[in-house]
């Protein structure tokens, strides 16, 4: 049951009696309404000669970084609208070290959007394992064609550099784990080599004290 809103007036009084209006009093509210709006200052957004400022977390064009993509295709599969299209082939790569196997990786031809059947849900952006999509707030992309609307890999690309940095951390939170380890190694590796290079620099002769033949 839905809660009356506060300047809501029951017709009748709590005792049963029918409550008696003022003539004239709705026009007077509209008439009050109508004067407090008047004496405001009017906010108006000078677009598109002035663009707005959008939250830091807004949903307006996805960027591509290909380089993170390794086409597991886990997008394409999530995405309810199937408005996600992608094609690769495999390639061979030589072993990295002599005597060692051939692996096969996966190469990108084709990673297109299109945005007349997106929702922008983000469910691509959270599936993504390899942080290759990222939300971008710009939003002018309009088309007057609607096959303009399916973006391809180059322009998904390009919206990449509309994409803001990500939000400082707090000062007083933990530090993240994935950090610390990489901290913890890269100090045990510096520690390492410091003892390595001790251990290969030449000993300089002490000189003799006096008295000593």
């Known amino acids: 049951m839905s809660r009356p809103s506060p300047d809501h007036h029951p017709a009748t009084k709590p005792s049963g009696r029918p409550r008696l209006s003022i003539p004239g009093s709705g026009l007077a509210k509209g008439l009050a309404v109508t004067l407090r709006t008047m004496t405001r200052k009017s906010v108006t957004e000078q677009y598109p000669d002035a663009l707005p400022e959008l939250p830091p977390r807004t949903r307006g064009v996805i960027g591509l970084f290909e380089e993170n993509c390794t086409v597991c295709m886990l997008c394409a599969r999530e995405c309810p609208d199937w408005c996600i299209y992608i094609d690769s082939h495999k390639e061979t790569v ?5 005597g060692g196997r ?10 297109a959007i299109d945005f007349s059947l997106c929702m922008y849900c983000g469910i691509c952006i959270e599936v993504c394992p390899f942080d290759a999509l990222f939300w971008s707030p710009e939003f002018e992309y309009a088309e007057t064609d609607i096959r ?3 973006h391809e890999r180059d322009k998904l690309r390009e919206w990449m550099w509309t994409v803001p940095a990500p939000p400082a951390l707090d000062p007083s939170a933990e ?6 380890a990489a901290r913890k190694t890269a100090e045990k590796l510096a520690a390492a080599q410091a003892a390595q290079a001790a251990q290969a620099a030449p000993q300089e002769p002490q000189e003799p004290q006096e008295g000593e033949s």
């Open 94 to 98: 030589p072993p990295a070290a002599p």
């Open 148 to 150: 303009e609307l399916t």
């Open 102 to 111: 051939e692996r096969s990786r996966n190469v990108l031809d084709r990673f």
């Open 175 to 180: 530090e993240p784990k994935e950090i610390a």
